[in-house]
C-alpha cells in the first residue's frame, strides 16, 4: 500500500479535524481490506478503471486526469491530458498500477476505501478486462468555489491545480473527448462551482452542441445562477441539482460557509419559472439536501418539502454523509425517514412533479 498521507495532512494547519479524522478512518481501512484480501483470497477491482463507471474518472481543470471524483491531494492523479491522450493515460502506467495492486490485494491510494467503484473480487476470479469509459465521467470546469463547505477538502486540490479555471479553447477540445467517447453522462462538476466560470455562458451550449445525446448534469450551490443569461445557458443541461442544505440561513451555515440560503433558494426559484414559462420539462431541477443532525427534525423536513412544492421543484432528494462525523444524522440512521419518499442510491427521494422527474431515469 503507498504511503498514507496522514502526516502530511495533520501537519497542515489549515486541515480541518474532520478531515484528519478521514484520513486516519480510510488509513485503518486500507489495513483491514488488504489483512482481510490475505485471509480470504479475495481480491479487488476498480469499476472506474475497468470503463464501466459512470461516475468517478475525472478531467480536472487543469486537464490532469484524476481516477476518483475526491482526489483532494492528488494521488489519484493518472495522467496529464497537456501530454498524453486520454486513451494513453486510461491504459498507461500509473493506472494499469493501480489495476495490478488491487488484482493482489493491495489498496493502492487510501481513497479506495470510500470509493464506490471499489469492488470486490471472488476467490480466484480474475478482474474483468478494461475499456475505454463509455457510460460517463466528470469534467471540471473550474476548481474555484464561492462557498467553503465543512465536508469538502476543495482548497487542497486548488493548490495544486496549474490552471484553477478551464479555459473555453481547452473545454472544447474536452468537449470533443467526451463526444469520441461517446458518453451516455456528462457530470459537469466536481470541486468548485461551475457557475463561478467567467465563460459558463459559452460553455453549456458548447457541450451540448457536441454532445447532442448526452445527458448531463450540473451540481450547484445556486447562488451565482442568477442571471437570465446563465439561465438561457443552462437549459442546454439535463439535470440541475441544487446544493442547499437547510431552510435558513442559519441552519445552511452550520455546514456551507459564506452560503446564502436566501440567495440559492432564489435562484432555484428563478430558474423554475424560467424553464417552465418556456413550456419546457428539461432541465430536471432537484433540491439536493444533505442531512445532518441540525436539520433533520420532522418539523424541518416536512418545512422543506412544502417548500419545494410551493415553487414547483421537480426532486426533493436526501444525501445522508458521514463528513463531518460529528453531524451524522441519526434520525436517518435509526429508519425515521423510511416512510418518507423513496429509496434511491441517493438515500431517498421525493418525487414532485412526476411528468417531468420521469425523464430523468
Known amino acids: 500500500m503507498a504511503t498514507s498521507p496522514i502526516s502530511r495532512a495533520i501537519r497542515n494547519p489549515k486541515t480541518r479535524f474532520n478531515w484528519r479524522v478521514s484520513d486516519v478512518v480510510r488509513w485503518t481501512m486500507s489495513r483491514w481490506y488488504e489483512l482481510r484480501a490475505k485471509i480470504t483470497g479475495r481480491k479487488f477491482y476498480c469499476n472506474a478503471l475497468a470503463g464501466e463507471s459512470e461516475y468517478d474518472i475525472t478531467i480536472n481543470s487543469d486537464l490532469t486526469v484524476s481516477c476518483n471524483c475526491q482526489d483532494y491531494d492528488g494521488s489519484g492523479h493518472i495522467g496529464d491530458l497537456r501530454k498524453n491522450s486520454f486513451e494513453e493515460i486510461f491504459f498507461g ?3 494499469q498500477k493501480f489495476r495490478d495492486d488491487l488484482a493482489k490485494g493491495k489498496i493502492p491510494i487510501t481513497t479506495c476505501t470510500r470509493c464506490g467503484d471499489f469492488k470486490r473480487l471472488k476467490r480466484g476470479e480474475p478482474p474483468p478486462k478494461s475499456r475505454l469509459p463509455h457510460r460517463g465521467m466528470l469534467l471540471e470546469n473550474t476548481v474555484i468555489c464561492n462557498v467553503d463547505c465543512i465536508g469538502c477538502a476543495r482548497e487542497g486540490a486548488a493548490n495544486i491545480r496549474v490552471k484553477k479555471t478551464m479555459p473555453l479553447e481547452e473545454l472544447s477540445q474536452m468537449a470533443d473527448l467526451t463526444a469520441r467517447l461517446g458518453l451516455e453522462r456528462i457530470f459537469y462538476l466536481n470541486l468548485g462551482e461551475p457557475f463561478l466560470s467567467p465563460t459558463i455562458c459559452q460553455e453549456l451550449p458548447l457541450l451540448r452542441q457536441k454532445n447532442p445525446n448526452a445527458y448531463i448534469r450540473i451540481s450547484t450551490n445556486g447562488v451565482l445562477l442568477n442571471t437570465d443569461a446563465k439561465r438561457e445557458a443552462a437549459l442546454n443541461l439535463s439535470d440541475i441539482q ?3 442544505h437547510g431552510v435558513s440561513d442559519a441552519m ?3 455546514y456551507m460557509m459564506r452560503g446564502s440560503f436566501e440567495k440559492a433558494f432564489d435562484a432555484m426559484k ?7 414559462a418556456r413550456g419546457l420539462k428539461m432541465p430536471i431541477l432537484e433540491w439536493k439536501y444533505l442531512l445532518f443532525n441540525w436539520n433533520d427534525s420532522p418539523k424541518t423536513i416536512a418545512r422543506a418539502i412544502e417548500m419545494a412544492k410551493e415553487i414547483g421543484v421537480d426532486i426533493f432528494s436526501f444525501w445522508p454523509t458521514g463528513n463531518p ?3 451524522i444524522s441519526w434520525r436517518y ?3 425515521q425517514f423510511k416512510n418518507i419518499g423513496r429509496e434511491s442510491w441517493k438515500g431517498r427521494e421525493v418525487i414532485l412533479r412526476p411528468e417531468i422527474a420521469a425523464a430523468a431515469k
Open 93 to 95: 502506467p500509473v493506472a
Open 242 to 244: 441544487f446544493s442547499i
Open 252 to 254: 445552511c451555515a452550520k
Open 270 to 276: 428563478q430558474m423554475v419559472a424560467y424553464r417552465d
Open 325 to 327: 462525523f460529528y453531524g
Open 333 to 335: 440512521r435509526l429508519g
